[in-house]
């Protein structure tokens, strides 16, 4: 057969330099297939990194999956990448590479690069474009004070497909742009800040959640194209919702068509499975000391923020990532060169990401979901941390629901669990996270993790969540819990909506709905969240009637809150609260309201009395109500 590729490349001397020195971060705009018009024809460019093959072609319906016919040219330069232009073919051309390796191996790979992939299970590329015509410029424009450290961070974390599906068609996931229909003026209504999607790049096996992704610059088909996530990204802009996408650049699965062993060898992986192979999620560990790998899991990073205008990312399983020894048993794990348990490469990579994203993207965030004590994992990297944003709070979260899940008889026996997080709160930029991990497996959903009958379930669920808004910090709380989702999360069904018929469930969503406002509108609540300015405490060892009592802080003193919680099912009389300042108090929240499915016990305003009480000149006198709580505010 004739010749069919021309000789072309879109690559420069200066991309191959960046390239091999593992410091380009826009190889998205010249490897993988790019539409081209050379002498007013058009083409599809085609460029993929196999350094270790001995041919490598582009097979598809237009050759009939031939691999003889269209064959790619290696570059001079070693930099081991397959180029070539194919005219005659166009955007939605289904594709995969040929290749085969020096040692004779025949292998069928789609496009690490790809825009766009076959809907699982077909496994192939496709010709595609991420053109969109965007409406958020506003955000974009303002984006820089939205988004910042000290302004309001609530977070709606979910799961696209299984959020909400076709009622009529429960086995059918909403699209994209059905999916915005509804999401964008749920999330508004409800006051969340932001949403965070759990992956939405291809993964061939669903209920792996997207956190096994064969195509890394591919949004999941199953919901749509490019153009479909871009709408609902638009939509939530155009309504001050910011958007935070989950990124998994810890590892890798082994999917045949996929990164693994691309041309034959461990391209992106280690050879060694001691460094190269995850024992909990049987899947490849990036290697990060190879330039290449880098280039490619920074440009995967920068894609998404700029093609798609994500305002955040939340790296997935970053303790994986920073310990050679994670989840191995002795003799199982290699040291590194001073014969510690740290991944040097990969500690160096996350500070090259963390720079990179904020360098070219300073009003975006990176969060870390990271369990461990590692140190600085939210300090700027020239002070030596690893330069996120934010870091999920681990430690907050297990005391937290530990105590919770407590029976109040037993929890003045348990009270510094939820002292102790001020111990150690202020050492990150910390979020609060009520996430998917902890309503699957057995754990129970939020409101099972709570005693007691049905009232008091969700009594002790609308003191936690008030507890986790008035405590410093951002938040992140998973779908279904704003409403109390009474089963467990499934990936394979929709939320159970139908639980909002019941008024316990619309007084939770409605209760959450106000704790978002309240947190929105309060400046000491998110001014000074990640410092110990920002927090003082007015009682914290009253275990025998399990209350906690504290003042937040803003930048402006007036604006100083306080919050008291009684977390025992009596009603507290006439308790008496020390108070920062004198004048009116006014009860501007209360979680035991009848609208929330409370008591109503009544907490009225109060005027401070001259009388000393927990170390303040002043006092007041409250009925605190039952496993509930209250927020005050000083009135003139």
Do not use: C
């Not at 490598?56 to 930099?79: A, M, T």
């Not at 330039?291 to 399983?317: C, K, M, P, Q, T």
């Not at 927090?535 to 504290?550: I, K, P």
């Amino acid at each position: 057969m004739s010749v069919t590729v021309e000789v072309f490349s879109l690559l420069t001397d200066f991309d191959i330099g960046l390239f091999k020195a593992g410091r380009h971060y826009r190889l998205y705009e010249k490897l993988g297939s790019q539409t081209v018009f050379i002498n007013g024809r058009q083409g599809v460019y085609f460029a993929v990194w196999a350094p270790n093959a001995q041919s490598v072609s582009v097979i598809g319906n237009f050759n009939g999956w031939n691999p003889h016919s269209h064959q790619l040219f290696v570059r001079w330069d070693e930099s081991g990448i397959w180029e070539g232009v194919v005219y005659d073919i166009h955007i939605g051309e289904v594709y995969k590479y040929h290749i085969t390796t020096h040692q004779g191996e025949k292998l069928e790979k789609g496009d690490p690069f790809a825009l766009v992939a076959e809907l699982p299970p077909k496994t192939a590329s496709i010709v595609g474009t991420t053109w969109y015509k965007w409406g958020d410029e506003r955000w974009m424009r303002d984006r820089k004070e939205r988004n910042r450290l000290d302004r309001p961070f609530s977070v709606y974390e979910m799961h696209i497909g299984s959020w909400m599906r076709d009622p009529n068609h429960p086995e059918r996931f909403l699209s994209y742009r059905e999916i915005a229909d509804k999401l964008v003026p749920y999330i508004k209504n409800m006051g969340f800040t932001h949403v965070e999607f759990m992956p939405l790049m291809e993964h061939p096996y669903y209920p792996s959640w997207g956190y096994q992704i064969t195509g890394y610059f591919a949004a999941s088909a199953r919901y749509g194209g490019p153009q479909d996530l871009m709408f609902l990204i638009d939509q939530l802009h155009k309504n001050d919702i910011g958007v935070i996408l989950d990124w998994v650049p810890s590892h890798f699965p082994g999917d045949a068509h996929g990164l693994w062993r691309f041309d034959g060898s461990a391209l992106y992986e280690h050879e060694d499975p001691r460094k190269g192979f995850h024992p909990d999620w049987k899947s490849y560990i990036f290697n990060y000391g190879r330039n290449e790998v880098r280039s490619f899991l920074i440009s995967n990073a920068l894609f998404w923020l700029d093609r798609y205008h994500i305002d955040g990312l939340r790296v997935d399983a970053v303790a994986s990532m920073l310990y050679l020894d994670y989840s191995r048993n002795e003799g199982e794990w290699i040291p590194n060169e001073f014969g510690g348990r740290e991944n040097l490469e990969a500690v160096a990579f996350l500070k090259e990401f963390n720079e990179a994203v904020y360098a070219n993207y300073p009003d975006v965030q990176t969060i870390a979901e990271e369990s461990t004590s590692w140190p600085g994992v939210s300090k700027p990297t020239y002070d030596n941390g690893l330069g996120f944003g934010m870091k999920w709070m681990m430690g907050w979260m297990h005391d937290t629901l530990d105590y919770f899940s407590e029976d109040p008889i037993h929890r003045k026996y348990h009270h510094d669990r939820l002292t102790f997080a001020t111990v150690y709160a202020y050492h990150e930029h910390f979020m609060l996270p009520l996430s998917h991990d902890e309503v699957v497996y057995g754990k129970q959903s939020l409101i099972y993790k709570m005693p007691g009958d049905e009232w008091q379930k969700f009594a002790n669920l609308r003191a936690l969540y008030l507890y986790m808004f008035t405590f410093s910090g951002t938040k992140l709380l998973f779908m279904g819990g704003e409403f109390g989702q009474t089963s467990e999360w499934n990936v394979n069904q929709s939320l159970d909506w139908h639980l909002l018929d019941y008024t316990p469930h619309r007084g939770m969503q409605q209760f959450v709905k106000q704790l978002n406002h309240l947190y929105k509108a309060e400046p000491a609540l998110y001014e000074k969240a990640f410092s110990e300015a920002g927090f003082e405490w007015l009682e914290y060892g009253d275990r025998d009637r399990s209350v906690f009592a504290y003042i937040r802080k803003g930048h402006d003193r007036h604006n100083d809150l306080v919050v008291v919680l009684n977390l025992t099912p009596v009603v507290w009389e006439d308790y008496r609260l020390g108070v920062p300042a004198s004048g009116n108090w006014e009860v501007i929240f209360n979680s035991d309201e009848e609208g929330f499915y409370g008591s109503g016990i009544d907490s009225r305003n109060a005027k401070s009395e001259a009388l000393p009480w927990m170390g303040r000149a002043h006092s007041i006198v409250v009925s605190l109500p039952p496993l509930g709580g209250l927020v005050l505010k000083l009135t003139q």
